[in-house]
């Protein structure tokens, strides 16, 4: 079993930027990739972006595409989001996750972390 932690959530102004983290323990070597995902209120979880642990190939959402970043360090056994130009449309808890496969599709990630709470003010 694999444990996910996340951090770095926070209230932002738009325009602003957060870097989110997400530490691994346990089993990371059965995942190929880790990805962030996002919900809203009232919405469904949706994919962010992935990244593969091994050459660190990534995917984007089109809603942020160009001003998120995803990316890891190994030795650290952690996952990092950079963005920037943030929008109120941003504001969601943002969850981690692994899968043995890299993929945008929400039901092939498991051992979801806490998720960390994002609000972007206008």
């Known amino acids: 079993q694999v444990q996910l932690v996340e951090s770095g959530g926070g209230l932002v102004q738009a325009g602003g930027s957060l870097r989110l983290s997400c530490t691994a323990s346990?089993?990371?070597?059965?995942?190929?990739?880790m990805g962030w995902f996002r919900q809203a209120p009232g919405k469904e979880r949706e994919f962010v972006a992935f990244?593969?642990?091994?050459?660190?190939?990534?995917n984007y959402a089109d809603s942020v595409e160009g001003r998120f970043t995803i990316s890891r360090d190994r030795a650290k056994n952690t996952v990092y989001l950079q963005m920037n130009s943030l929008k109120p449309e941003d504001t969601a808890v943002y969850y981690c996750?692994?899968?043995?496969?890299?993929?945008?599709?929400?039901?092939?990630?498991?051992?979801w972390g806490q998720g960390t709470q994002v609000t972007v003010s206008s």
């Open positions: 996750a692994g899968a043995p496969v890299a993929t945008i599709m929400t039901s092939a990630y498991r051992d």
């Open positions: 990244v593969t642990w091994s050459g660190g190939g990534t």
């Open positions: 346990g089993r990371t070597f059965t995942y190929y990739a």
